[in-house]
């Protein structure tokens, strides 16, 4: 029943973003569908009046506030200019360096060929030393003048390259961030469990995959605005129930999931019964006839038994999967 609700509100959802598409003539590229979106849901107030009074706007002016407002795909749409700027930098300063190569080149010649002329020459008197110091000092004047240039040259381009760092630093950090919730995302759990099976991490950990099992429900009843604040205050209360060292990431629509270190089978559900109490006592819906309380679903899977990330994350899927489907059963772990 939940997934029926859960479909339906997606299916709605989606209609009413190709329906706007349509309508404004807005081209349907997967960058737009997230772009319109993301303005229907009213996850960010400003973005959602500015793209939704918008009547025919031309690509580049999507892409424009795409990128302002660091919608995935529009961020990630503009990093390859940052590399191709990195290669044409690159490229200029080979052929500079080379330019200054050759200047030196040119001046160790004209040293050796005025110390040969003035060993050979035995008659040369003050007159002719003094012009051969001057033909090499203009010599040696050029290939400062060169040098200098390629300094600053240098200088120039290592402040581009460390701007373009930063850059292509900012873009994977938003890559790899929820945007309702400013939490990692599906992306980072995946990096974050890669990094557990490749060594570089503790292996003692559990996998625990948090379901708000009424979201769907209230977000049919109450909207798709009143889902994302219950979704927001969930990630509020969530931070506060993890340790500096674990991990919490929003893996969906009202799905989370939690690396816990330094946990064993026998520690699991206190660690899931202190989830649920946070959620109990934090995360009460207000609504015209009363109040709702959002409950939540467990499935939990340990790393010890699984021997790869996407063995770990199927496990506590299925782990979730059977709490979801039986009301006695609010946590799950894979055994």
Same mark, same amino acid.
């Given at each position: ?134 033909? $090499?000092?203009?010599?040696? #004047? %050029?290939?400062?003048?060169?040098? +200098?240039?390629?300094? /600053?040259?240098?200088?120039? *381009? ?124 934090? $995360?009460?819906?207000?609504? #015209? %006839?009363?109040?709702?309380?959002? +409950?939540?679903?467990? /499935?939990?899977?340990?790393? *010890? ?31």
């Amino acid at each position: 029943m939940a997934g029926e609700v859960l479909k339906t509100s997606q299916d709605r959802q989606l209609q009413l973003v190709t329906q706007h598409m349509a309508k404004h003539e807005i081209a349907g590229l997967p960058r737009n569908y997230e772009l319109v979106h993301e303005a229907i849901s009213g996850t960010d107030a400003a973005l959602s009046r500015e793209v939704l009074s918008l009547a025919n706007p031309p690509q580049s002016l999507l892409d424009e506030i795409g990128a302002r407002y660091q919608i995935t795909s529009f961020v990630t749409l503009a990093t390859p200019k940052s590399r191709a700027d990195e290669i044409r930098l690159l490229l200029d300063l080979r052929t500079k360096m080379a330019s200054g190569v050759t200047q030196k080149q040119g001046f160790t010649k004209v040293l050796e060929t005025v110390a040969r002329s003035l060993r050979q020459d035995k008659g040369a008197g003050p007159e002719d030393i003094l012009a051969e110091i001057e033909f $090499l000092s203009v010599s040696l #004047s %050029d290939a400062v003048v060169a040098e +200098t240039e390629l300094e /600053g040259i240098l200088r120039s *381009a290592a402040d581009r390259l460390i701007q373009a760092e930063t850059e292509a630093n900012a873009a994977r950090a938003i890559t790899l961030r929820d945007r309702l919730t400013s939490l990692p995302n599906h992306t980072a759990l995946a990096e974050r469990l890669e990094a557990l099976y490749g060594g570089s991490d503790e292996r003692e950990s559990a996998l625990f995959l948090v379901s708000l099992t009424d979201l769907a429900h209230l977000a049919q009843v109450y909207g798709e605005s009143a889902a994302n604040r219950i979704v927001k205050k969930a990630a509020t209360v969530f931070r506060k129930a993890i340790k500096k060292h674990d991990f919490l990431a929003r893996t969906g629509r009202g799905e989370f999931a939690f690396l816990f270190r330094e946990v064993n089978r026998e520690t699991v559900h206190a660690i899931a019964d202190r989830l649920k109490t946070s959620i109990a006592d934090n $995360l009460v819906f207000a609504t #015209s %006839d009363g109040s709702a309380r959002v +409950t939540v679903s467990i /499935g939990v899977a340990l790393a *010890a038994d699984a021997f790869s990330p996407q063995q770990l994350r199927l496990q506590a899927a299925k782990a979730l999967e059977t709490a979801k489907a039986s009301p006695r059963l609010t946590v799950v772990v894979h055994n």
